[in-house]
């Protein structure tokens, strides 16, 4: 068994567990991006990774799209990656806002952390969590973060 098989046959029953697997896969962080990532019914990692770079800098922003009309940056990706969770058949979406430097959390990682969550509770699509790869490590981001 290889050590990506090996790796997407872990059971992820911590968020703790979940941090070390994004250290393990990710490792430190090279560009501002995003990385969706899915959690399979098993509770371990689903098919596929997915990195996002130029994401828009403000989750706020209004764009107007044919399907949804005008809504916010934050609400057309969660939309978008709540349509990719139903058709890849996983059960959960975990995000990881990558960027570059020391601070393990940034205004703008706030920001669309906030949204995000305020998005899919809305949208009732399952975030399970969401965290920072940053120039030192994972760092978790909790609600306590970004209200």
Request: proline share 5%; with cysteine.
């Amino acid at each position: 068994m290889n050590t990506e098989e090996s790796l997407r046959d872990r059971v992820l029953h911590t968020d703790d567990q979940l941090r070390d697997l994004i250290q393990l896969l990710l490792q430190r962080a090279n560009q501002r991006q995003l990385w969706l990532l899915f959690i399979d019914e098993r509770g371990c990692l689903g098919d596929p990774l997915m990195p996002m770079a130029d994401y828009p800098s403000d989750p706020l922003a209004t764009v107007r799209v044919d399907d949804l009309g005008e809504v916010t940056e934050s609400h057309l990706l969660i939309h978008r990656m709540g349509s990719l969770l139903k058709m890849t058949g996983n059960t959960g979406i975990v995000l990881v806002w990558e960027h570059p430097g020391r601070d393990a959390v940034r205004k703008a990682d706030r920001a669309w952390a906030r949204a995000m969550a305020e998005q899919a509770a809305d949208l009732g699509i399952p975030l399970r969590a969401q965290f920072t790869l940053y120039g030192r490590g994972v760092r978790q981001l909790h609600p306590d973060d970004y209200l």
